[in-house]
């Protein structure tokens, strides 16, 4: 009951929340505070400024540690006053500034966790490029909270710019952005021409050495909007059975797989938390010490309920095997 | 009535009982339409909950309305304002399993679909297999009496419960323990089967020890369609007399069939009535099995014959999409037939049973009462068993359909007595079968059976504060 | 018509097909965690939002409901009546948002 009380407390203050992230991404370009460094800082100086594949991080991974962090904050704000107040404030300045920052090496791990997956996608032999200003988070939030017109507007902003700049076809890395790309956009836009693949999609298998010499044993979490929302579930499969990982599949697993949770986060934490705490259950209970994912969010959301399991990105993994 | 829900509050904690008319609009509506109403409703997590609530019921004149996943379809789960529902999905643990002793125990609100996937890998398996595996619980699924497709090797509900922990509506909430972990058992009058099929007006089922038994080696399935319905049934005939291992023996009717296949695009395809056999059978005899299948299919004129050597096989070809898309086409065609934007479908499967042989004779009938009161009507069913499902949909504001239906249902039920049948095979009566139940004994010149029944429930439930009004008629004798 | 009442309809339309079968709730991770009570899985968010459209319900209810989805599409896969649940789910917060411009 007590953690009901709780949700119903957030419920009730769920459009004020909705509102400062959705003010936050029509006027600021994202839905929480971040730095440039934790959303650029990750890039190399040599990366190629022209190519076929523009690739396209989405902001996703650099935005995960920080949703914590923000999480945290609004989950001390119990009163709706203070809630008004605050989003009287956000109109001024952006008040997920003001959470505590994540630590450092959170920062550094997604950034290696990005470049691995450029590499994973550079020695697949794909041409791709990259520029920062044209690299933006792709509405994901106004998308689940139905704010539609304003996506379309933010939509539109997003795709001009990349056909300004001569894209056509982009890589994704994270499921999240990438059903934006393939599934919602396409619906929502007029004209629009952007072809979307998913990393997974793309990489060669003979880029490996095919000999694993990993001692622990895997469970391969799927997310929702890889498996249900654009099918892609075999392929990263593909990849560990080509280098001889050895990978459990949990109970709900592939097209059936179960939520992590995170996409009630920013509205009902615990509520969050308490679906978080159910799905590791049940991959750790396949007796696996470490658990594969392939999204950010997952990612968080299981970091933030346990910090005893060992949580692994999928590209983390495989590109310690690139030949 | 606040009393009421301040007292059951504090007799087992607050987080338990709901009050909230959302949820009590959520929890007063069953898989057809009958809307209820209640005072709340009462999530217990042990049967030392459901006994104090029992007590607390019996003390004050309040009544109990026992659900699983309300996915009944004859009204048995829907409450009235004069009580309270006990929803027992809280009560989800699976206790104990025994492969060697071949049985598992578990609580009343674990969902069968979760006991298989339970199961899964073991080589077990639970084999009642009803449509609704999905949402069906153990708790509802006993009390139900439910069957499934492969009713036609291993029964129904009755064949498969062991032992059960129950709640009497009495006094003290008495918590009785019946039968146990053996199949044999000869204690006295079998209780256990008279609970089987009460539909909640005997006792509260809190927790069921199961019978398992081992999944088939392999299965082998035939489709075929038939152009007359007489090749079709001396198919059935002739395997039956073949000695086979039948496991699933599936109908559907032409009409049906040509429906089924506009609107959903199964993978597989004929025109005519179709019949689906599975026999079950080991390995090294697969091949046999299936040829000697096929031949007597052949021999009856079937048409557009499709195999499968094992049930993957049987998926990936979707021999089944038919069968199993039945109930979609027909929610499909339903709301495709609305006039009004904003009106809902009423969906009603009829659930009789004719012995196997009978049963050209019941497809005609049916039809003929089909096209006098001008329903629409899609027809399925279990040939293995007899059982046959045809469904009909009414919009829910036309009223007149509404009041002819009652007719129709009594003139198939009528047709199934005629054809020395029953007018309920695995989904019960709940309110809307007592005349049928009533007509049906009454031409066997047994009234007095349904006596009995009302005193077995007076024995079990003396202030009858338990499903009242459900499944016996209250007149009559 | 306007956006806000096309809208309405769509979702009106969709959700009123719901049997009441109940074979989505086994999959859906709200309806597991807390109170297991029907208003936070798919049967419950289905047909509180036609009683909404319908007869009115407690918009405080009804938010907590339809705010807690995940929108996982877990449940859709299972509904044999082809609702989009998930999605109607998620159109529906559109309309409480006042359609957000549509209207
Ligand atoms: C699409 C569809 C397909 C179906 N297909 C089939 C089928 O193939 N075969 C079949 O047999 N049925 C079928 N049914 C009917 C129904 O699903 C089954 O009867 C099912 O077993 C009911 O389970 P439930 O948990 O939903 O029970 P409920 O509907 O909640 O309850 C059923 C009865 O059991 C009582 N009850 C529930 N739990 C307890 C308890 N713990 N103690 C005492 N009483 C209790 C209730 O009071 C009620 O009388 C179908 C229904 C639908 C909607
Ligand atoms: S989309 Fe919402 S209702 Fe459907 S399974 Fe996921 S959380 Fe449950
Ligand atoms: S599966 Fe579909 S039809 Fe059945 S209860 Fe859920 S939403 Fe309704």
């Given at each position: 009951?007590?953690?009901?009380?709780?949700?119903?407390?957030?419920?009730?203050?769920?459009?004020?929340?909705?509102?400062?992230?959705?003010?936050?991404?029509?006027?600021?370009?994202?839905?929480?505070?971040?730095?440039?460094?934790?959303?650029?800082?990750?890039?190399?100086?040599?990366?190629?400024?022209?190519?076929?594949?523009?690739?396209?991080?989405?902001?996703?991974?650099?935005?995960?540690?920080?949703?914590?962090?923000i999480v945290n904050m609004l989950q001390k704000l119990r009163s709706g006053v203070l809630f008004k107040v605050?989003?009287?404030?956000?109109?001024?300045?952006?008040?997920?500034?003001?959470?505590?920052?994540?630590?450092?090496?959170?920062?550094?791990?997604?950034?290696?966790?990005?470049?691995?997956?450029?590499?994973?996608?550079?020695?697949?032999?794909?041409?791709?490029?990259?520029?920062?200003?044209?690299?933006?988070?792709?509405?994901?939030?106004?998308?689940?909270?139905?704010?539609?017109?304003?996506?379309?507007?933010?939509?539109?902003?997003?795709?001009?710019?990349?056909?300004?700049?001569?894209?056509?076809?982009?890589?994704?890395?994270?499921?999240?952005?990438?059903?934006?790309?393939?599934?919602?956009?396409?619906?929502?836009?007029?004209?629009?021409?952007?072809?979307?693949?998913?990393?997974?999609?793309?990489?060669?298998?003979?880029?490996?050495?095919?000999?694993?010499?990993?001692?622990?044993?895997?469970?391969?979490?799927?997310?929702?909007?890889?498996?249900?929302?654009?099918?892609?579930?075999?392929?990263?499969?593909?990849?560990?059975?080509?280098?001889?990982?050895?990978?459990?599949?949990?109970?709900?697993?592939?097209?059936?797989?179960?939520?992590?949770?995170?996409?009630?986060?920013?509205?009902?934490?615990?509520?969050?938390?308490?679906?978080?705490?159910?799905?590791?259950?049940?991959?750790?209970?396949?007796?696996?010490?470490?658990?594969?994912?392939?999204?950010?969010?997952?990612?968080?959301?299981?970091?933030?309920?346990?910090?005893?399991?060992?949580?692994?990105?999928?590209?983390?993994?495989?590109?310690?095997?690139?030949? | 009535?606040?009393?009421?829900?301040?007292?059951?509050?504090?007799?087992?904690?607050?987080?338990?009982?709901?009050?909230?008319?959302?949820?009590?609009?959520?929890?007063?509506?069953?898989?057809?339409?009958?809307?209820?109403?209640?005072?709340?409703?009462?999530?217990?997590?042990?049967?030392?909950?459901?006994?104090?609530?029992?007590?607390?019921?019996?003390?004050?004149?309040?009544?109990?309305?026992?659900?699983?996943?309300?996915?009944?379809?004859?009204?048995?789960?829907?409450?009235?304002?004069?009580?309270?529902?006990?929803?027992?999905?809280?009560?989800?643990?699976?206790?104990?399993?025994?492969?060697?002793?071949?049985?598992?125990?578990?609580?009343?609100?674990?969902?069968?679909?979760?006991?298989?996937?339970?199961?899964?890998?073991?080589?077990?398996?639970?084999?009642?297999?009803?449509?609704?595996?999905?949402?069906?619980?153990?708790?509802?699924?006993?009390?139900?009496?439910?069957?499934?497709?492969?009713?036609?090797?291993?029964?129904?509900?009755?064949?498969?419960?062991?032992?059960?922990?129950?709640?009497?509506?009495?006094?003290?909430?008495?918590?009785?323990?019946?039968?146990?972990?053996?199949?044999?058992?000869?204690?006295?009058?079998?209780?256990?089967?008279?609970?089987?099929?009460?539909?909640?007006?005997?006792?509260?089922?809190?927790?069921?020890?199961?019978?398992?038994?081992?999944?088939?080696?392999?299965?082998?399935?035939?489709?075929?369609?038939?152009?007359?319905?007489?090749?079709?049934?001396?198919?059935?005939?002739?395997?039956?007399?073949?000695?086979?291992?039948?496991?699933?023996?599936?109908?559907?009717?032409?009409?049906?069939?040509?429906?089924?296949?506009?609107?959903?695009?199964?993978?597989?395809?004929?025109?005519?009535?179709?019949?689906?056999?599975?026999?079950?059978?080991?390995?090294?005899?697969?091949?046999?099995?299936?040829?000697?299948?096929?031949?007597?299919?052949?021999?009856?004129?079937?048409?557009?014959?499709?195999?499968?050597?094992?049930?993957?096989?049987?998926?990936?070809?979707?021999?089944?999409?038919?069968?199993?898309?039945?109930?979609?086409?027909?929610?499909?065609?339903?709301?495709?037939?609305?006039?009004?934007?904003?009106?809902?479908?009423?969906?009603?499967?009829?659930?009789?049973?004719?012995?196997?042989?009978?049963?050209?004779?019941?497809?005609?009938?049916?039809?003929?009462?089909?096209?006098?009161?001008?329903?629409?009507?899609?027809?399925?069913?279990?040939?293995?068993?007899?059982?046959?499902?045809?469904?009909?949909?009414?919009?829910?504001?036309?009223?007149?359909?509404?009041?002819?239906?009652?007719?129709?249902?009594?003139?198939?039920?009528?047709?199934?007595?005629?054809?020395?049948?029953?007018?309920?095979?695995?989904?019960?009566?709940?309110?809307?079968?007592?005349?049928?139940?009533?007509?049906?004994?009454?031409?066997?010149?047994?009234?007095?059976?349904?006596?009995?029944?009302?005193?077995?429930?007076?024995?079990?439930?003396?202030?009858?504060?338990?499903?009242?009004?459900?499944?016996?008629?209250?007149?009559?004798? | 018509?306007?956006?806000?009442?096309?809208?309405?309809?769509?979702?009106?339309?969709?959700?009123?097909?719901?049997?009441?079968?109940?074979?989505?709730?086994?999959?859906?991770?709200?309806?597991?965690?807390?109170?297991?009570?029907?208003?936070?899985?798919?049967?419950?968010?289905?047909?509180?939002?036609?009683?909404?459209?319908?007869?009115?319900?407690?918009?405080?209810?009804?938010?907590?409901?339809?705010?807690t989805c995940l929108v996982c599409m877990a449940c859709t896969r299972q509904c044999p009546a082809g609702i989009?649940?998930?999605?109607?789910?998620?159109?529906?917060?559109?309309?409480?948002?006042?359609?957000?411009?549509?209207?």
């Amino acid at each position: 009951m007590e953690v009901m009380e709780l949700v119903n407390r957030y419920i009730n203050n769920s459009n004020l929340i909705i509102e400062i992230i959705r003010r936050n991404i029509m006027k600021r370009g994202y839905p929480i505070y971040i730095p440039n460094k934790a959303l650029y800082g990750w890039i190399d100086e040599d990366f190629p400024r022209d190519g076929e594949y523009f690739f396209y991080t989405g902001l996703m991974y650099q935005m995960a540690p920080y949703i914590e962090r923000i999480v945290n904050m609004l989950q001390k704000l119990r009163s709706g006053v203070l809630f008004k107040v605050i989003n009287i404030l956000n109109r001024v300045v952006d008040v997920s500034r003001f959470s505590s920052k994540p630590s450092h090496e959170e920062v550094m791990k997604m950034h290696k966790i990005i470049r691995n997956i450029y590499s994973l996608v550079y020695r697949s032999g794909l041409s791709v490029w990259y520029d920062p200003s044209i690299d933006k988070y792709a509405g994901v939030l106004l998308y689940e909270f139905g704010l539609m017109d304003d996506l379309k507007i933010y939509a539109e902003r997003i795709s001009d710019a990349l056909s300004s700049m001569g894209v056509n076809k982009i890589v994704t890395i994270d499921p999240h952005t990438t059903y934006m790309f393939k599934k919602v956009f396409p619906s929502l836009l007029e004209n629009y021409s952007i072809e979307a693949y998913s990393y997974l999609e793309l990489i060669d298998e003979d880029i490996f050495v095919g000999s694993s010499a990993e001692q622990n044993k895997f469970v391969i979490h799927d997310p929702c909007y890889y498996a249900r929302g654009v099918g892609v579930f075999s392929e990263p499969r593909k990849l560990l059975d080509r280098i001889g990982v050895e990978y459990i599949e949990p109970k709900f697993n592939r097209v059936d797989t179960y939520c992590c949770g995170g996409p009630v986060e920013s509205l009902s934490p615990l509520f969050s938390a308490k679906i978080g705490v159910k799905r590791l259950g049940m991959l750790v209970d396949t007796g696996a010490d470490e658990v594969i994912t392939m999204c950010p969010i997952c990612m968080a959301n299981f970091r933030r309920v346990s910090k005893e399991v060992n949580i692994i990105d999928l590209s983390e993994l495989i590109s310690k095997y690139i030949k | 009535m606040e009393d009421h829900v301040k007292n059951l509050s504090k007799l087992i904690g607050h987080d338990k009982v709901y009050v909230d008319p959302a949820t009590i609009k959520l929890y007063s509506k069953n898989a057809v339409y009958y809307e209820g109403n209640a005072l709340a409703i009462v999530f217990p997590e042990s049967t030392e909950d459901v006994s104090k609530i029992v007590r607390y019921a019996y003390e004050n004149d309040l009544k109990i309305y026992p659900q699983g996943s309300a996915s009944e379809i004859v009204g048995s789960s829907t409450p009235k304002d004069d009580g309270i529902v006990m929803s027992f999905v809280r009560m989800r643990k699976i206790k104990d399993v025994s492969y060697i002793d071949s049985y598992v125990v578990c609580e009343p609100g674990v969902r069968l679909v979760e006991l298989n996937n339970y199961l899964k890998g073991s080589g077990y398996m639970f084999p009642i297999d009803p449509a609704s595996i999905k949402s069906a619980t153990v708790g509802g699924a006993i009390n139900s009496g439910s069957g499934g497709m492969m009713g036609a090797k291993y029964g129904t509900m009755k064949d498969w419960v062991l032992g059960l922990e129950v709640v009497l509506p009495n006094e003290e909430g008495s918590v009785l323990r019946l039968g146990g972990k053996t199949t044999k058992n000869r204690e006295g009058y079998d209780l256990i089967r008279l609970i089987v099929g009460s539909e909640g007006t005997l006792a509260l089922v809190t927790e069921a020890i199961l019978r398992i038994t081992l999944a088939p080696e392999e299965v082998v399935t035939v489709a075929g369609f038939f152009n007359d319905l007489e090749d079709l049934m001396r198919c059935v005939i002739n395997i039956k007399e073949s000695k086979l291992d039948i496991l699933i023996m599936e109908f559907v009717d032409d009409v049906t069939t040509k429906i089924t296949i506009d609107t959903i695009k199964p993978r597989v395809s004929g025109s005519g009535h179709l019949l689906i056999t599975s026999v079950s059978t080991v390995k090294e005899a697969a091949q046999r099995v299936l040829d000697k299948l096929i031949d007597i299919y052949n021999r009856n004129n079937s048409s557009n014959i499709v195999s499968a050597r094992s049930m993957e096989e049987a998926e990936a070809l979707g021999i089944f999409d038919i069968r199993r898309n039945l109930y979609p086409a027909t929610i499909k065609i339903a709301s495709s037939s609305l006039e009004v934007d904003e009106e809902k479908p009423y969906i009603f499967v009829e659930d009789i049973s004719v012995p196997p042989s009978r049963l050209v004779e019941a497809v005609k009938r049916l039809r003929n009462i089909s096209e006098k009161y001008g329903f629409p009507m899609t027809l399925g069913g279990h040939v293995g068993d007899g059982n046959l499902h045809p469904v009909v949909w009414i919009r829910e504001g036309d009223r007149e359909k509404m009041d002819q239906f009652n007719n129709f249902v009594m003139d198939i039920m009528k047709m199934a007595v005629e054809l020395d049948g029953v007018i309920s095979s695995e989904h019960g009566i709940g309110m809307v079968k007592k005349d049928g139940l009533i007509m049906s004994y009454r031409r066997r010149n047994s009234l007095y059976a349904l006596k009995l029944m009302r005193e077995i429930k007076r024995i079990f439930d003396p202030k009858s504060i338990l499903n009242p009004d459900k499944m016996l008629p209250s007149d009559v004798y | 018509m306007s956006g806000l009442a096309e809208l309405r309809r769509e979702i009106l339309r969709d959700v009123l097909k719901c049997s009441y079968c109940a074979m989505c709730e086994w999959v859906c991770p709200t309806l597991d965690v807390e109170s297991n009570n029907r208003l936070y899985g798919p049967r419950g968010r289905v047909n509180l939002i036609a009683s909404y459209f319908r007869e009115g319900v407690d918009i405080g209810i009804l938010k907590e409901s339809i705010y807690t989805c995940l929108v996982c599409m877990a449940c859709t896969r299972q509904c044999p009546a082809g609702i989009d649940i998930a999605e109607d789910i998620r159109k529906f917060r559109l309309f409480l948002d006042g359609g957000n411009g549509v209207g």
